[in-house]
């Protein structure tokens, strides 16, 4: 099944004011699907989309952005709650089972009447739990005779969800059976492992999904002490996109969050310890490829030398079959079908991440070939030509991935749960293209570290010496 | 990501007029994902639709099926070519290439602005291959200033895709990552022998995706003559749903085929060879779960006794929790989280399948419960409480499964391509009731032979005779 996601992939790749978990969880299927052409892009011009953003709270505090978009009959809203696996405590998984189990039933409705409800009127509905952000989104038109039961349904569903034993009880079934699943997968069992060295002690450290055995763990009642504490107005940012006056976007707003407490904010995450030395860890697994991810803890979200360091990305392994790493291991040497690297802004120090996957008696030559080419990138910089190339993909690629309502609403999400500016679109060719090749550099040896980076290799071929 | 698509995998487990690529495909996830409380549904139920379908053809001979849905100002369409997997001839995934590629380029179009035009009016599509169905869908605002775009880009993209180069690669190496993906999944690995030796040289042998050596003997050219041989207006059914007119959706429809060589319909399929004997095929797998499929080739659609079976597979592996398979393998003796039992008519004899995933050290206990509990049915047959309680929860649940435009879209779909009467959602409730028990032991003792089974197992901790 093949959808029209393009802008939604783009998005992705840009890690700008995306969820984090679109890019962290990405694999290498869906690193090749964002691979448009960006030269066809550039060949036929999509007009540029003013984006004006407003902004207000709630009556009982909760932060609102809105942008009004006239063009299509329908809203969409985006609700984030300060409330991702990082709120997990010592429950790995808990926000991902809240967000599997919030549509299971309120006082009121049981779980066919709400999917059946929102279907009756044409709406979707869907919830997703990623390290830091908690999200809850609905699609539904614009006419009340479909916005007003929609939101009747969907801001019960937020405030007034029962989480019942009948339906915890499927669903943690089938949250094991995913669980099975990943153990077999050697890219599952990479990310798992990069993330638990990479972070240590850190509430970013598990994985979002849990493990096997802290599922078990798990009570319906630990989900209710934890949609109590932060499903709450002061810890929650609201977005909308649609065909709404600021009047009836205040309305909606009202409406979303009238059935949540005040609270408070979520508590603000430790800073992340860095590596202080490398470290390689392997997991020996029976398959043909071995998957490789190498990375450190990068920088938070706001960090003024995020655009260096993501115009520089571009080209090390961001910007798909023109970068520097798939030129080397890919074209050169045919090394793997795809190589990607990213950085990831999070609340605290999110990742810098290289990933590929190669055939496992390569893997000690692709290991090499990404240490002397991330050691090689970090002396010597970008060229003005690879400079010139890298925005002109970047800028021409960003007016496709605003031209969806559901990809600006994407953005507004993260605008307001990050507290960027609200200029923060318009600015985004001004800010891109002020970046110069010597704030590259600096920027990659300020933040990124190859003699402490974690690698982790999962598969055959390979002797490590510490494991 | 969870998303309310509870009518769909209702309709996925009917199993009835869905594609058949839903049931096929479907794994222990989606299957667990789709036991919804029956019991809730009939507590609340949903109104019965009343769905009246029209039927004639376009003025080059493509078969159309459309019901009015005013209550949503949207429209649904699928079209649908006999041009799945089974048309692949020798070069195995080229139908899945071909759905790939489709939206990658017109003549007029490229990729990037077909993925903007429709982003820009809301509208979503998507294209896929299964083992006889090729399908391409799209949903789209019924305002002409929305419908007519879209349409215009739809049929564009149906009639005229060029299959570029660039892309091609592309969506190559994403195959390539895909398959690599699977030989290390055991249920996918599973899956494809079940497949391989149930058909042997027949056409469904092969995996739909193909296979990482079949990929490679595939050319643009291949794409180009499957494209120019198979969607051709005598080999269509177009099915719409939505707040049109019945003269309007004779325009949509035009609109759609206009583009399309009349042409001929693809050839019958031949019918398949059952299996002489019970065959056992197992792969080494170094994982801890062992999965397990078993089943034989059983009947195409229209076949008479498919209401028995279908009431009697509900009773046996079909109900989820509920069954007797559920009951024996998992509450009684905790050996898997899910199995499940689904019979999936096609043109010709498409699969009886049971599967589960077991700790591999239970494998052999597994199969001795499977072979003994499904003779044990077979002899016995259901007992009248049995039959009630699943003939509720079928018809319990149907109306739930009509109750979206998407989901009746599919059945449409599926009553055009196979030939079913045009009362086939009308009748539905009373073809279900008028099953009895002796029809349902009569049917089974026709149609489902436990010495003649095929039986793969994927995993460790079992020995084999002839491996």
Redesign the interface.
Known sequence: ????L??LALLANLSYAAPEGTTVTA???TA??K???FN??K??P?PKRNIAIENWQTQNGAKVLFVAAQ????VDVRLLFDAGSARDGDKFGLASLV??M??EGTPTR???????S?????A?????AYRDMFIVDLRV?S?PQ?LEPALDVYSDIIANPIFPD??FK?IF??A???Q??K?????AQASILFYQHLYGSHPYAHPSNGTPDSLKKITTNDLKQFHQQYFVANNATIAIVGALSREQAQQVAEKISRGLNAGQAAAKLNTVTPLAKAVHKHLSF????THIMMGQASIQRGNPDYEALYVGNEILGGGG?NSLLMNELREKRGLT??VYSSIVPMHVQGPFIVSL?TRSDQTQQALDLLRTNLRQFIRDGVSDSQLQEAKDNILGSFP?ST???S?ILAYLGSIGFYNLPLDYLDSFNERINRVTSSQIKAAFRKHIHPDKMLTVTVGQGITVANP
């Open positions: 099944m093949k959808k029209t393009l802008s694999g290498p299927l090749l699907d691979l448009s052409s066809s892009v060949s036929a999509i063009e299509l009959p329908m967000s599997r919030l549509d049981n779980t066919d009447q709400i999917a059946a929102f279907e009756n009127i044409g979707t509905f869907s919830s997703a038109l006419d479909y009948a339906a499927r079934d089938g094991q059976v995913g099975q699943q153990l077999q997968s050697p890219s029976p398959s043909q490829q079959f079908y795809g996957s496709l031209s969806s309502n990809s």
